[in-house]
């Protein structure tokens, strides 16, 4: 009987699944495309490393400025009219794209970004919570992990797309302008920038005429349960800080996003820094992305018939510690490759931290939700702390004796180590932060 009941409700959610699947596949083209955005954006703005990464700091920013509130027009506007307007939000972001190209300006650059980050948190705040609901807490994983092959397949997409349309000739760009005038120089750049004007022109179109779609869609209304108890079953909770598993959850998703931001975003300007051409270098984050659906498909079949979400937790950690470690002890593409596998490492994380952080938040979920939306934002605060590491590291290296092209590539390599604390945070919420229901533990 239950296998019948269980079946029935898969049925029943299959619509709503493909849905929310096609809005992270939303979620992943327009995140993704940052990784060949950076590299764009420092050559035609002509920045430094730590300035190009706030390309991704802008996006995901924007995550800790609007969680709240969009929790707030989420009660109001419910669940379907909310991902209309992100949709939407999403698409005027596109067209900021557009005379911010025309004039060249890094911070008109910077605000579209912000404002597709503005739309992309409506969308997060509603669909995280959303799919982890839909059926039982137990199973979250698996619904989550569905979601990221979505996710990445549209990032490996999108960064395939983007690096395409806009490292196209960018090598031989850079080598005119170390030899250019001021006004071929002007020329040169003016050109190359003008190359975002029609892929914007199409994102923006789409996002619009999919905005108004997901007004029609069938979504069934789901919440949490009302109660909230402890393990004892005798005390209610009254406020969200009675919880110290969701704030030691909001943290590990703050440093587990910066992670992945990293492996992702990073690769195609760290092989670039290695001396790949950005011909070659364009398809780099592509292989992270692809190391992530090939790792959810695994946590699809595996959750939770023959592996918990915990365990799927634990594993994650331990093999993103020792893919970091790998990073520095190698060069060349083989440390690209490990960049690379941090794909395998990041793809459950996000899948299992949501599921065990909203279990027994009860009335509290969607305020809970938003504050883990809001640790979306260590994407735009350890990424940049990477590209000051690299400017740093340069720098003394440089100082040292070394010219600019090694010193780069070293300084790339051993700055890498910030990830390292990041794995180690989220094993420990694996281990046991996770079971830290009360703070009174006895």
Avoid at 131 to 140: E, K, N, Q, V, Y
Avoid at 401 to 408: K, P, R, T, Y
Wanted: proline share 4%; charged share 10%; with cysteine.
């Amino acid at each position: 009987m239950k296998a019948s009941q269980n079946t029935s409700t898969e049925k029943n959610n299959l619509v709503p699944i493909i849905i929310i699947a096609s809005l992270f596949f939303i979620f992943g083209f327009v995140t993704w495309i940052n990784g060949a955005l950076i590299p764009f954006m420092k050559t035609i703005n002509e920045l430094t490393d730590a300035q190009s990464y706030l390309v991704a700091s802008a996006s995901y920013i924007s995550f800790v400025v609007m969680a709240l509130p969009a929790s707030y027009i989420l009660n109001k506007i419910g669940y379907k009219k909310g991902m209309s307007l992100g949709l939407v939000i999403m698409a005027i972001g596109a067209l900021v794209f557009i005379p911010a190209a025309e004039a060249r300006t890094y911070w008109v650059f910077l605000a579209g970004i912000f404002i597709q980050g503005t739309g992309m948190t409506l969308l997060q705040t509603a669909a995280n919570p959303y799919i982890t609901i839909l059926g039982p807490i137990d199973s979250g994983a698996k619904r989550i992990a569905i979601m990221g092959i979505a996710n990445k397949t549209a990032g490996a997409l999108g960064s395939l797309i983007f690096g395409a349309l806009l490292l196209s000739g960018i090598d031989e760009v850079k080598e005119k302008l170390g030899s250019a005038s001021i006004n071929e120089k002007g020329m040169l750049l003016d050109t190359m920038a003008d190359s975002v004007f029609m892929p914007y022109l199409v994102m923006a179109i789409v996002l619009f005429i999919l905005g108004i779609l997901i007004r029609k869609a069938p979504l069934p209304n789901v919440d949490a349960p009302e109660v909230n108890e402890t393990e004892e079953g005798s005390t209610v909770k009254t406020s969200i800080f009675q919880f110290p598993h969701l704030w030691l959850g909001v943290l590990t998703l703050f440093v587990y996003v910066g992670a992945e931001v990293i492996a992702g975003d990073t690769i195609i300007a760290y092989g670039i820094s290695l001396g790949f051409p950005a011909a070659d270098a364009k398809f780099f984050t592509t292989l992270t992305l692809l190391a992530m659906v090939f790792t959810y498909a695994i946590g699809v079949i595996l959750i939770p018939k023959y592996l918990k979400q915990g365990t799927a937790l634990k594993i994650s950690a331990v093999l993103g510690i020792i893919f970091s470690i790998c990073i520095l002890l190698t060069t060349g593409f083989t440390s690209i490759l490990f960049v690379a596998a941090l794909g395998i490492s990041n793809a459950l994380v996000w899948p299992a931290v949501w599921p065990l952080t909203l279990e027994g938040l009860g009335r509290f979920t969607k305020t809970g939700s938003a504050l883990l939306i809001m640790a979306i934002s260590g994407g735009a605060i350890i990424p940049p702390l990477y590209g000051r590491m690299v400017d740093a590291n340069k720098h003394e290296l440089i100082a040292s004796g070394l010219n600019d092209v090694d010193a780069l590539a070293t300084a790339s390599t051993h700055s890498y180590w910030i990830l390292i604390p990041c794995y180690v945070l989220i094993l420990f919420f694996a281990i046991s932060g996770h079971k830290y229901k009360s703070w009174s533990r006895k």
